[in-house]
């Protein structure tokens, strides 16, 4: 069996064997309730609750304002849901991007049917927002801005503690979705001014199934979950306690090995896209070159569809995606891609891949080499390529 080249941990993550080893007692051995009262329930509570101050920690945060979900898009639905309902009566204006995660674009869309009002902000080529149209889209009856930390296709950072300082200026609720960043780049929310954050552990080596928002104390949402009383009244039904251990963990390594690993990412993610640049034409970088995330890239070819790259690459023992994994079988090009200004010829041939700390720079190699092939094969059988090379000829 040939070796295997995951580039695709955008999407998910393998979970780090001493998350494994951390979670199976809470499976076999510690598999009490968190929320009875006898000894061994006694055990998984304090178990989630050393979890909770793990990612606290993390974040600059209280324990308290950690809640516990089943992943980064219940977060955010649960997010601007119920801020939309609690904070109604203020105003019903909504401010957001248009290269969101669908986790947050189609619950807008939900909200749009309940009355709200959406404003989809454009973004620059890079796909960073702009704080001037940021500032111009507030009105008196806006309740919640709501940008991603960081893009999940082209990698791209937004000015977060800017867009926070503008929210508290005027009065409103600021959401991050950051399941691309945490763990990836220092956040501090007090430092960039963020009421509510979310998280997924999958992304970061931890379980499938667990996530976490974050909610700045003071901030009055209401459940989004409703039967019993766990996550302080807020987030009904019994706690995933091994899910809950094995995100601790997974945020402990993230935290502890952030800064040499990202630099490693970084050097590894350069180098990749200064090969590819350098010796494939007719190819572009989609993200922010330097405020993007260290190990996302993201290019088009033109003259090839990404199908059919993703399909040759993966018989070539290479993992990779063309956008979100959420949105893999669409034959629409990516809504991310379109709102940074590429036609659409162009944005179907996109090609993400990222990176993770067991990546080696000869992976790297063989990947550029296999793309470099691929790439000639497929734009060999192009009319378009080859019409567009007789043109240059002339």
Known sequence: MKKMIYLDNAATTKTAPEVVEAMIPYFTENYGNPSSIYEIAGRSKAAVTKARESIARVLGAK?????????????????????????????????????????????CEYLESKGAEITYLDVDENGVVKLDELEKAIRPDTILISVMFANNEIGTIQPIKEIGLIAREHDILFHTDAVQAFGQVPINVDEYHIDMLSSSAHKINGPKGIGFLYIRKGVKIRSFVHGGGQERKRRAGTENVPGIVGYGVAAEMAAATMEERTKKECELRDYLIGRILNEIPYCRLNGDPVKRLPNNVNISFQF?????????????????????ACTSGSLDPSHVLLAIGLPHEIAHGSLRMTLSAETTKEDIDFTVETIKKIVGRLRSMSPLYEDFMKKQEK
Not at 304 to 315: F, K, P, R, V
């Open 63 to 107: 324990t308290e304002e950690i809640y516990f979900t089943a992943g980064g898009s219940e977060a955010d639905n649960w997010a601007l849901k119920a801020a939309f309902d609690a904070y109604s009566s203020k105003g019903k204006h909504i401010i957001t991007t248009k290269i969101e995660h669908h986790a947050i674009l189609h619950t």
């Open 304 to 324: 090839i569809e990404g199908e059919s790259l993703l399909i040759m690459l993966d018989m070539e023992g290479i993992a990779a995606s063309s956008g979100s």
